[in-house]
Structures are given as C-alpha cells and as structure tokens.
C-alpha cells in the first residue's frame, strides 16, 4: 500500500514554510539545517528541483524507487515528479546541512534548463546518491551559503537573478564533476559492476529469456543489477567508453558468431538470439562487422 504524502512541494519554498525556515525569494529557496532547530519528517512530492546536502539523513528515507540511508553524509537531488523523504511519524529531531530547492520558471530559457539533460543525476534511483569527500562538502555547502547571503541581502532584485542562477550552475557542475569521480572509483579492480553486467548476458541466454522477451535490453539488465538505466549507463560510459546498448550489441555480435560457426543457419541462429525477424538480425550484424552473416560463414 503506498504511503501517504504529507507534504506537496509545488512552489520552491513550500518545504522551508513547512519547517519555519525563513524566506527570500518566489522561485528559490536556501534552508540551512543547522539554524532550522528541531524539525518535523515529511514525505514529499516535489513539483520543483532540490539538492538536499546533509551530515545524516533520517533512516529509512524514501529516494527514488526504494529507501536509504546513509550516516556519512552526502547529496540527494530530485526533481519534478519525484517523491523523497520520510513520513511523519510524529518525531522532531535537528540535522545538519543545507537544502536548495528552485523551480522551472527560475531556470526557464536559461544555461542551466539548456544543460538540464546532462545533469543525469536529479534521474537516479534508490542508493544512488552522491558520497562525498571532505572537501566536496566543503565546497557544495560554500556555495549553497553564498546563494543565502545573496538572497538575504538583495531577495529577488532582478539583476540578481543571474548571480543566483550562475551559482546554481556551478554547483551542478560541481556535482556532475564529483559524480565522474565517484564512477572511476565504483569501475576500478575494486568493482564488479562490469563483470556481473555480463554475467547478466550470459544467464539472460542461458535461461532462454530471449525466446519470451527478445533481445535484452538496456533497462532489464540496470534492473538485474538494482540500479537505475542512467546510473548504470553512467558507470559502464566512464569505464568502457561505450553505452551499455553498444556493449550489448557487441555481446549479441560476438555470440552470432559463435553460433554461425558451429554451422547453425542464419535464421536459426537469428531465433536463437531473440531477433524478431532475421532480417534485423542480418543489418545488425552487418553494420557491427562491415559483413553479413552469410558472409562471415563463408569467410
């Protein structure tokens, strides 16, 4: 049964109203934890965006698809559709940190909603989040502290609309910076993301899922390994250079192969692999190997 929603967070200062934080701006809103005293849990739908940056998030919070915790600190971001936080439970408590929330009217026409698309992070799922060092904290809460001092000393002043929305951008650049950082660390010796990646190929075959479900795909394979497709895409780019589409093609072209010169026909070998059609088998295949597959067998 799904939880009930305390609090729906249409205008970008509808949380910090909800918690007594004070005010500057209609379409920004900057909510320093550490001055908030005690304040209430809620489980949020937001219609705005928001970066949550704090010491400890309250257990068991919901973010994206599942829940999380995480006591070391780090960031979370959502955006419009989303639902993130923890159901009143009746309970106050203090936390440390900061809250930046801005709405799509701020950011219309601007540098920031025409790179939106490359800030894939406001799209990740449950145990996504972004765990930051020392010193990336430092720098997220500099800049969230300097967007408060702006919005207290001039509010919405026009002309300081631009200053607001070039912080705003820095610090999601900073943030796309620090999310490269950590795919390097998660694709070193240390990680196994890729290899149960193929892993999940392999069984995919091997348990004949292809002949229900066609081809595998994108979204089935993040599912298997319980991320989500664009944190999974983000990983194997960082570590392969390659999407994980290309990747899978690839798996798909090497396994035709295999297939073709064990003497199997180009149509089974096409209903082996889960095309619909051999046609689609034979351009596909052609375009990875510059040959079709008849080709290939008589090469």
């Not at 309250?58 to 006591?71: D, T």
């Not at 609309?161 to 240390?190: P, S, V, W």
């Not at 390994?225 to 090497?254: Q, T």
């Not at 035709?256 to 180009?266: E, F, M, P, R, T």
Request: glycine letters at 8%; charged letters at 25%.
């Amino acid at each position: 049964m799904p939880e009930k929603i305390d609090l729906y967070i249409n205008e970008a200062n509808d949380y910090a109203r909800d918690i007594g934080a004070p005010t500057w701006h209609p379409h920004v809103s900057i909510v320093h934890y550490d001055e908030a005293g005690k304040i209430r849990h809620s489980l949020n739908r937001y219609k705005v965006y928001g970066l949550f940056l704090q010491r400890e998030f309250p257990e068991n919070l919901v973010y994206g698809i599942g829940r999380y915790h995480e006591a070391g600190g780090s960031l979370l971001a959502l955006s419009p559709g989303q639902i993130g936080g923890k159901q009143d439970d009746g309970t106050r408590r203090e936390y440390s940190g900061w809250a930046l929330l801005f709405d799509a009217h701020f950011i219309h026409d601007s540098e920031i909603e025409r790179r939106m698309a490359d800030y894939h992070f406001f799209s990740y799922n449950a145990n996504e989040a972004l765990f930051l060092t020392a010193e990336e904290k430092e720098v997220l809460a500099g800049l969230m502290a300097n967007i408060r001092e702006e919005l207290k000393a001039h509010g919405s002043d026009e002309g300081q609309n631009d200053i607001i929305r070039d912080y705003i951008l820095l610090i999601l650049d900073y943030c796309r910076r620090f999310y490269a950082r950590q795919f390097k660390e998660m694709t070193t010796a240390g990680s196994d993301i890729l290899s149960r990646f193929q892993q999940v190929l392999v069984d995919y075959y091997d348990k004949g899922r292809q002949r229900k479900d066609g081809l595998p795909s994108v979204k089935y394979c993040a599912s298997e390994l319980c991320l989500s497709a664009g944190y999974f895409g983000d990983i194997v780019r960082e570590a392969l250079g390659e999407s994980p589409k290309d990747y899978i093609r690839s798996f798909i072209v090497m396994r035709a192969k295999s297939l073709l010169l064990s003497g199997i026909g180009v149509t089974q070998a096409s209903e082996q692999l889960g095309f619909e059609y051999p046609s689609h088998f034979t351009r596909l295949f052609k375009q990875m190997t510059g040959q079709t597959p008849s080709q290939f067998k008589m090469s």
